[in-house]
C-alpha cells in the first residue's frame, strides 16, 4: 500500500471548477510533510461540502487537513482569468488567504490573469 508521503505528493495542487464558486484553501499533512491546496467544486454551495470532498478519499491514506480560509473564486477560461474574492461565513475572514490562494493559482495557471481582493461575500 501507498504510504501517505507519496499519496500526499500526488494530491493536485489546484482543482477549481469553471464559473463562480466557493472555494476553500487547505493546509494538507502527513506526519512532518505539508502542502497547500485550493478547491473550488461545481455544484457546491458551501465551504464545508468543499472541504469533505477534498478530504473523503484523503482521509484513510492517513492525510490529514486544516482549513486556512474560503471564500468565491470565478474561473473564466474563455478568457483566462481568475478572480479570488470575498470570505467563508463558516470559517472566517482569514487575513491574507486570498492573497496567498491567487499565488497558489498564479503558480499552476502561469499563463492566466490571476486577481484577488479581501473584498466582497
Given at each position: 500500500?501507498?504510504?501517505?508521503?507519496?499519496?500526499?505528493?500526488?494530491?493536485p495542487e489546484v482543482d477549481?471548477?469553471?464559473?463562480?464558486?466557493?472555494?476553500?484553501?487547505?493546509?494538507?499533512?502527513?506526519?512532518?510533510?505539508?502542502?497547500?491546496?485550493?478547491?473550488?467544486?461545481?455544484?457546491?454551495?458551501?465551504?464545508?461540502?468543499?472541504?469533505?470532498?477534498?478530504?473523503?478519499?484523503?482521509?484513510?491514506?492517513?492525510?490529514?487537513?486544516?482549513?486556512?480560509?474560503?471564500?468565491?473564486?470565478?474561473?473564466?477560461?474563455?478568457v483566462r482569468k481568475i478572480?479570488?474574492?470575498?470570505y467563508s461565513k463558516t470559517?472566517?475572514?482569514?487575513?491574507?488567504?486570498?492573497?496567498?490562494?491567487?499565488?497558489?493559482?498564479?503558480?499552476?495557471?502561469?499563463?492566466?490573469?490571476?486577481?484577488?481582493?479581501?473584498?466582497?461575500?
Amino acid at each position: 500500500r501507498e504510504d501517505s508521503f507519496q499519496a500526499l505528493a500526488r494530491v493536485p495542487e489546484v482543482d477549481i471548477a469553471e464559473g463562480t464558486w466557493k472555494f476553500v484553501t487547505v493546509e494538507l499533512a502527513a506526519g512532518s510533510l505539508k502542502r497547500k491546496v485550493v478547491r473550488s467544486y461545481a455544484d457546491l454551495h458551501h465551504h464545508p461540502q468543499n472541504y469533505e470532498r477534498l478530504m473523503r478519499p484523503l482521509r484513510p491514506l492517513g492525510i490529514s487537513g486544516q482549513i486556512l480560509g474560503g471564500g468565491r473564486l470565478m474561473r473564466d477560461s474563455h478568457v483566462r482569468k481568475i478572480s479570488v474574492y470575498g470570505y467563508s461565513k463558516t470559517y472566517g475572514r482569514k487575513a491574507g488567504n486570498n492573497e496567498a490562494t491567487a499565488g497558489i493559482l498564479r503558480r499552476v495557471f502561469p499563463d492566466w490573469t490571476v486577481a484577488w481582493t479581501e473584498d466582497g461575500y
